[in-house]
T-cell receptor, first 116, second 112 residues
């Protein structure tokens, strides 16, 4: 049973517009969430994270929103650029601040294409 | 470049064989994690080591084993290989288990 779900396998956005990538989770023990970006033939690269005690975290063009009651998080990229074209993975960690071992549970990813 | 290195980049072998994947963490990182990414799947956590000791186990098969050596590099051993073991295997490292994980470029294993 998938604990972290990214229901959109792909997303296409025009350059300069907003990209919104969504992620749902089922385990209420998750208390730390991350987004990773992955280019072909490379390993995932950390993008941004959010603790369950917050509902928003911003870093430049990237903002992550967390809705704990809905068990939903989203990544907003504004403005989108062609270089943002990659696969984006949502990940969650259970009991992160309680001494979790740090292993992450990943979604299957969403392939973002930003068209010039 | 994340600073995590993995060798080899590609590995092609036959069913029933045994292979070893190697990972060197970023300088100073004590934690090493192994993940498997099969076709159309997200990354599945396999196992974590911290300063030479096993810390956490995920969905790792009994045919698979890992270890972390005193110089902190890690090896993932896969034996009695099956077609379904074909996947990308990623290693990640972090300073402490709650620090950001940095991923290597992966090893693509093909079992024929």
């Amino acid at each position: 049973d998938q604990q972290v779900k990214q229901n959109s396998p792909s997303l296409s956005v025009q350059e300069g517009r907003i990209s919104i990538l969504n992620c749902d989770y089922t385990n209420s023990m998750f208390d730390y969430f991350l987004w990773y970006k992955k280019y072909p033939a490379e390993g995932p690269t950390f993008l941004i994270s959010i603790s369950s005690i917050k509902d928003k975290n911003e870093d430049g063009r990237f903002t992550v929103f967390l809705n704990k009651s809905a068990k939903h998080l989203s990544l907003h990229i504004v403005p989108s650029q062609p270089g943002d074209s990659a696969v984006y993975f949502c990940a969650a960690s259970p009991n992160f601040y309680g001494g979790s071992q740090g292993n992450l549970i990943f979604g299957k990813g969403t392939k973002l294409s930003v068209k010039p | 470049d994340s600073g995590v290195t993995q060798t080899p980049k590609h590995l092609i072998t036959a069913t029933g064989q045994r292979v070893t994947l190697r990972c060197s963490p970023r300088s100073g990182d004590l934690s090493v994690y192994w993940y498997q990414q099969s076709l159309d799947q997200g990354l599945q956590f396999l196992i974590q080591y911290y300063n030479g000791e096993e810390r956490a186990k995920g969905n790792i098969l009994e045919r698979f084993s890992a270890q972390q050596f005193p110089d902190l590099h890690s090896e993932l051993n896969l034996s009695s290989l099956e077609l379904g073991d074909s996947a990308l295997y990623f290693c990640a490292s972090s300073g402490e288990p709650t620090d950001t994980q940095y991923f290597g470029p992966g090893t693509r294993l093909t079992v024929l």
